[in-house]
């Protein structure tokens, strides 16, 4: 996403909005496995709630993922 840099004098510079990326490790008890991954602060809440066992699923399902 882009958007400006307004400074108090109103001027505006071009700029970028980066999403908030984290690199995080993730144990597989199925597999029994570690896998590292870059995940969005939003993509850990959604792995916290539904398990990463059901995420690597659906993503795998939905042509994300391939294993």
Known sequence: M???????????????FYPNLQKKRFYIPETGEWITLKVSTAGL?????NGITSVLKKAQE??????
């Not at 809440?45 to 709630?49: A, E, Q, S």
């Not at 939905?62 to 294993?67: A, D, I, W």
């Open 2 to 16: 882009s958007g400006n840099n307004v400074s108090h004098a109103h001027n505006k510079t071009k700029r970028r």
């Open 45 to 49: 809440r959604t792995i916290n709630k």
């Open 62 to 67: 939905n042509g994300y993922v391939v294993l």
